[in-house]
């Protein structure tokens, strides 16, 4: 095994939501599971048992308001004692009956004024959790053409963003989310890489852009925007999950492990696994017919596997193919890295690090499933709501 590859593995960091941890669903049904957290504190505890059979989670995202509490600092040390840490604060400015005709791009400025507090107010919780980051998705777009003005409204969504940049302190960052269509189906104010990159640009070094990979129209080249991301230094983070129609939120790599695989080549051969490039490798999913800890495991787990796949490409073998226009032989050296076993590789990996090769064994023989489930009576399971 390339010590190398394995030490990189070893040092690998895959950020949780606590999101997925709670009942979640469509439109149809939000299925409730048995053992579902009631709060921030259960959601953290669940989020560490990730990190216990992995060693490669040791962060969690968390999304405001749904993980509100009175001490993010008495959070941050329950976090702690579960041997992980609060990452990625999200703001939420989709869920307020003021915002049905967007947020910090809605006309009236009174309704911005709130989006931009509550975006502020996330940026206090930033300093009280010592996090880097702070998210934005906006839901904020238009259902009809000439519902509002499509230039106004990026002139407003800037405003509101230096607004927030300035608050940020030196090592805080802006993160910004981009999504082509839902919950606004003609326009979204912030639909692709393209314009999230134009504000991030607008604002200073300290905006990057996020890669949700279930925000894109079908077919496109996801890889080709990483690589174009790294180039500029703006990848700020991967929102991993998969899907195989819109923004399904299924588990990274099920619906196509090909394409994972893709990507994770271009962020290896950016140098992007190194913390010092500062990309924030995140999963937001929702298992909502699945048990959310396993789903959350297996997630892990499939990105470790593509990320192994891609650290043994062949780097010279490839470039030396490409440089003589070896068309079949590049692609083929590719190829031949997807097609690789690389299970014993992180089977190795785990031993390293004092885990069982198999996470989601161990996971199901440690009894913490059937030991929530009994615990966890009554109270009001987590959700998309408060
Ligand atoms: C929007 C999104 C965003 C989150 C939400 C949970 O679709 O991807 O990242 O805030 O899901
Ligand atoms: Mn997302």
Not at 131 to 146: E, I
């Amino acid at each position: 095994m390339d010590s190398a590859v394995v030490a990189t593995l070893r040092s690998q960091r895959i950020e949780l939501p606590s999101w997925a941890f709670g009942n979640s669903g469509t439109r149809f049904k939000v299925f409730a599971q048995r053992g579902v957290p009631r709060d921030p504190y259960e959601k953290v505890s669940d989020a560490a048992q990730v990190n216990q059979f992995t060693g490669i989670a040791p962060t969690v995202a968390l999304h405001i308001p749904w993980d509100k509490v009175d001490d993010y600092a008495d959070l941050a040390r329950h976090a702690a004692g579960c041997g992980v840490a609060l990452g990625t604060i999200n703001s939420n400015t989709f869920q307020d009956d003021d915002y049905m005709l967007g947020s910090v791009c809605h006309p009236d400025a009174r309704v911005r004024r709130k989006a931009v507090d509550h975006l502020l107010e996330c940026v206090d919780i930033m300093d009280a959790t010592g996090s880097r980051d702070l998210k934005l998705w906006f839901a904020d777009g238009t259902n009809y053409p000439g519902q509002d003005d499509i230039r106004g409204r990026q002139d407003r969504l800037a405003e509101s963003l230096a607004t927030v940049y300035a608050r940020l302190g030196d090592d805080q960052r802006i993160v910004l989310e981009y999504k082509l269509f839902e919950p606004s189906f003609y326009t979204m104010d912030v639909p692709d890489w393209g314009t999230a990159l134009i504000h991030c640009q607008a604002l200073g070094d300290k905006a990057k852009v996020v890669v949700d990979t279930g925000h894109h129209a079908p077919g496109v080249n996801i890889e080709f925007i990483v690589a174009s991301l790294l180039r500029l230094g703006r990848l700020g983070g991967f929102d991993f999950n998969s899907r195989f129609y819109a923004d399904d939120d299924l588990m990274v790599g099920a619906a196509d492990p090909f394409q994972l695989f893709r990507i994770m080549v271009e962020v290896v051969g950016a140098g992007g696994l190194d913390p010092s490039v500062g990309v924030a490798f995140m999963l937001d999913q929702c298992h909502n017919i699945e048990p959310k800890i396993p789903g959350q495991i297996r997630s892990v787990m499939n990105v470790q596997e593509a990320t192994a796949k891609a650290l043994i490409v062949d780097r010279d073998a490839l470039g030396a193919a490409q440089r003589g226009g070896d068309v079949l032989g590049a692609n083929a050296v590719l190829m031949d890295a997807f097609n690789t076993d690389v299970r014993p590789m992180l089977a190795e990996v785990r031993e390293g690090l004092g885990l069982d090769p198999d996470p989601m064994v161990a996971y199901a023989r440690s009894g913490y499933a059937e030991q929530i489930v009994k615990d966890r009576v009554g109270g009001q399971q987590a959700g998309w709501g408060a």
